[in-house]
């Protein structure tokens, strides 16, 4: 499982779900423009998240706040922020943990670590450029791609190593996560994602999902673009498209069943929309990327 950048886990959104393996929850992938979730929808997991810009521009949302990630860039996404990325010509690594793996029988580091868990201490979101900083993300990038035994134990030593660096130099911030995220949009966006998740197969009306966020259609409109940058249907359109993605991918169904299986009704939109937000069809698509898996 480590070291894989193109497993299926690389399509779990939510909170529910965990990365990596019950026995090793890190997972890494690394993103380039031939994978199937270039582009990061809106999501969220209790995982803690770090990701590194090798190129090109990343635009980055947490929680409602925008962000512009070049390359060098390193990011901190605390666990259960919600967060989405539009790439531009963009590669990066993202490094994906649960911080409870760090904790041992040493009471001294468990306490500091506890403090990051239970947000007593809320890291930044943006990382400082340095040369130190620098030296051990490069070498965490390097260990968590590599598949010798015992390099399990380099990645969650880089890990700690990572944590350290940010608590010696108080990286933190003020903002107390459990109040911003009890209040405000936050709450009705995450039931409406959570919806789309749930119900993308089927037939998804916009009153059903203004009902979800417990607003009146035409205000949900307005919130919901001003969330996302999208109306309601392109983001829903947008989320198929990711699940058709994995299908054809992972499974030997046909293009006319995975676009049904996956909320279009008419093969004919399902290919315009997918050509759309792809740049090909998905016959094109699947045939690529079959070709760059076996090289």
């Not at 990061?40 to 521009?57: A, C, N, P, T, Y």
């Amino acid at each position: 499982m480590k070291g894989m950048v193109t497993n299926l886990k690389y399509f779990d959104y939510f909170e529910k779900i965990q990365h990596g393996t019950f026995n090793y929850p890190i997972a890494h992938y690394h993103v380039t423009k031939d994978h199937p979730r270039y582009r990061m929808m809106h999501h969220w997991h209790i995982e803690q998240e770090i990701i590194i810009v090798l190129s090109g521009k990343l635009d980055l949302t947490l929680d409602g706040k925008e962000y512009t990630a070049a390359e060098g860039d390193i990011f901190f996404v605390n666990d259960g922020v919600v967060h989405s990325a539009v790439p531009y010509d963009a590669v990066y690594e993202s490094i994906v943990f649960d911080m409870r793996c760090l904790l041992s029988r040493n009471q001294v580091c468990n306490a500091l670590i506890t403090n990051i868990i239970d947000h007593r201490d809320v890291i930044i979101p943006v990382m400082p450029q340095c040369e130190e900083l620098k030296s051990i993300s490069d070498r965490l990038v390097s260990a968590v791609s590599d598949e010798e035994r015992g390099s399990e134990l380099l990645v969650q030593g880089l890990i700690t190593e990572f944590l350290g660096f940010i608590i010696k130099h108080k990286l933190f911030t003020d903002e107390k996560i459990a109040d911003k995220r009890s209040t405000g949009q936050l709450v009705p966006f995450k039931r409406v994602v959570s919806y789309i998740e749930r119900n993308y197969a089927q037939k998804i009306m916009l009153a059903d999902l203004a009902k979800t966020a417990g607003m009146t259609p035409k205000y949900f409109c307005s919130f919901f673009y001003g969330m996302t940058r999208k109306t309601p249907i392109e983001y829903v359109n947008n989320y198929r498209i990711e699940r058709a993605c994995e299908q054809l991918l992972s499974t030997e169904m046909s293009i006319t069943d995975i676009g049904l299986n996956c909320g279009f009704n008419e093969i004919s939109y399902f290919i315009k929309t997918f050509r759309k937000a792809i740049g090909t069809t998905p016959h094109q698509y699947r045939k690529k990327a079959r070709m760059l898996l076996n090289e």
